[in-house]
T-cell receptor, first 111, second 116 residues
Framework: EDQVTQSPEALRLQEGESSSLNCSYT??????LFWYRQDPGKGPEFLFT???AGEEKEKERLKATLTKKESFLHITAPKPEDSATYLC????????????FGTGTQLKVEL | DAGVIQSPRHEVTEMGQEVTLRCKPI?????LFWYRQTMMRGLELLIY????????DSGMPEDRFSAKMPNASFSTLKIQPSEPRDSAVYFC??????????????FGPGTRLTVL
């Protein structure tokens, strides 16, 4: 069973059309949930870390939230430059320092 | 800080040849990770080190793959002999890796490996 599942796999939005990406996880005792952005040909770029249910973090047009079973990355009034693949990852108890990544949501924002 | 540095950025080689990928982590980071990314399998952890010691190599595909970290500022991932199915982008990442926080990983630009 996959521990980290992201949906949708791909999302196409018009500029200004707000939406949310989902990351659900089956890990018990989550130590941390991480969001990354990856542009084509580049390494993943760290965005946020969330540690406990109810926590929220914001950066420009992005807001990440966390519940006991899932995390959402809300994108408000997106612009074409927000187009990228968004990855989430979890840090498990007893897993040391390693992260388990989901397969990502490929976001395209069009004019 | 220059961030995580990887070399080479691109490598094209023939099947059977030895390939060595290099990584310099962010200064002061205690944990180093090697990943492989493909369209089919996404981002897979191959191996990670804490304080230069290999902790988990369960993701290393087979004996053809080996990794070393001789000091805190340098690591290598070696494939010998290489096969076409090894073609992928290989990323190195590092993190502070201490305490309850500080586990966010910072990635290098990757090495795109093509084995013909």
């Amino acid at each position: 069973e996959d521990q980290v599942t992201q949906s949708p796999e791909a999302l196409r939005l018009q500029e200004g059309e707000s939406s949310s990406l989902n990351c659900s996880y089956t890990v018990s005792g989550l130590r941390g949930l991480f969001w990354y952005r990856q542009d084509p040909g580049k390494g993943p770029e760290f965005l946020f870390t969330l540690y406990s249910a109810g926590e929220e973090k914001e950066k420009e047009r992005l807001k990440a939230t966390l519940t006991k079973k899932e995390s959402f990355l809300h994108i408000t009034a997106p612009k074409p430059e927000d187009s990228a693949t968004y990855l989430c990852a979890v840090q498990e108890p007893g897993g040391g320092n390693k992260l388990t990544f989901g397969t990502g949501t490929q976001l395209k924002v069009e004019l | 800080d220059a961030g995580v540095i990887q070399s080479p950025r691109h490598e094209v080689t023939e099947m059977g040849q030895e390939v060595t990928l290099r990584c310099k982590p962010i200064s002061g980071h205690n944990s180093l990770f090697w990943y492989r990314q493909t369209m089919m399998r996404g981002l897979e952890l191959l191996i990670y080190f804490n304080n230069n010691v290999p902790i988990d190599d369960s993701g290393m595909p087979e004996d053809r793959f080996s990794a070393k970290m001789p000091n805190a500022s340098f690591s290598t991932l070696k494939i010998q002999p290489s096969e076409p199915r090894d073609s992928a982008v290989y990323f190195c990442a590092s993190s502070l890796g201490r305490g309850l926080a500080g586990h966010e990983q910072f990635f290098g630009p990757g090495t795109r490996l093509t084995v013909l």
